[in-house]
């Protein structure tokens, strides 16, 4: 039996400023994003990127993950609290952010920058999709380090008990979800763009990759004490996945069908 190693979310103090490992994590994120969007930037000449774009390409990302991710946890989550409460919906300091809320963000905050650039906006989807699962795997880790988004009970061998929460042994979702959504998809998508693909593929297949582990995973994980199980006794992340599998698999039959005609 494993217990959950309780390590302080705040990694670093600076007299009264807390830095949050959390907060770290995100930065991580974006540290993958740059870093390996140049890789793909200098391993494809040809795709037309430059640096100076994806400089101005994470900015954009940025303000879409931090807002869209923020106002998807209000609508999704929690909409009648904070309907009540509305000057806590800038209360980011106490935590609440939804990925698929941060994703709907992003898609907006691409098609804002293809605006701009001039650039197609599946063109610019493909590109920044195997740049995101590495970020996606460090907010797991961040989830465990806080001891948060716990799983469901379980006898598995290696169950952990969350002191913090209870001494029932659980699932360590969080870790399912940094191998899945983190290791195993970045490199799907990663050896998948290798090669050239036809418009909005690499697209396609980041929803239905992550569409499909994050439903998998929410199997063992907790459900949000706030709202349980939904109709079908899926959870409101299931719920969530649906329609981006879906979404993933038109998209993947469409650019198909359409290089072929």
């Known amino acids: 039996m494993l217990v959950h190693p309780q ?15 959390y907060g770290l994590m995100y930065l991580l994120a974006f ?15 040809e795709s037309g990127w430059e640096p100076r774009q994806l400089d101005d390409l994470l900015f954009y990302g940025v303000l879409g993950v931090v807002l869209g991710g923020r106002l ?19 209360y980011v300091w106490q935590g609440g952010m939804s990925f ?24 610019i989807t493909d590109f920044i999709a195997p740049l995101v699962p590495l ?8 989830n465990f380090i806080n001891g948060e988004l716990w799983g469901r009970p379980t006898n598995v061998p290696w169950a952990m008990i969350f002191p913090a929460h209870d001494q029932i042994p659980r699932h360590p ?10 290791l195993a998809l970045f490199t799907i998508l990663w050896l998948f763009s290798r090669k050239p693909r036809p418009l909005g593929a690499v697209s396609g297949l980041f929803l239905v990759g992550y569409g499909t582990f994050r439903f ?46």
């Open 72 to 90: 998807g946890y209000v609508l999704f989550y929690k909409p009648a609290y904070y309907f009540a409460h509305p000057l806590e919906i800038f």
């Open 7 to 21: 390590i302080d979310p705040v990694a670093i103090h600076l007299g009264p400023l807390a830095i949050r490992w």
């Open 216 to 261: 998998l995973v929410e199997f063992t994980r907790e459900p949000d004490d706030f709202l349980g199980l939904l109709a079908l006794g899926l959870s409101m992340g299931q719920w969530l996945s649906i329609p981006m599998i879906v979404a993933g698999v038109a998209m993947l039959i469409w650019t198909y069908r359409r290089k072929g005609s």
């Open 173 to 182: 979702s969080q870790l399912y979800e940094f191998a899945l959504e983190g």
């Open 31 to 45: 540290v993958f994003v740059m870093i390996l969007g140049r890789l793909r930037i200098k391993s494809r000449p």
């Open 135 to 142: 970020g996606l795997g460090a907010g797991r880790i961040g």
């Open 100 to 123: 698929h809320g941060g994703f709907l963000g992003v898609i907006v905050a691409m098609w804002f920058y293809s605006r701009q650039s001039g650039k197609r906006w599946l063109a």
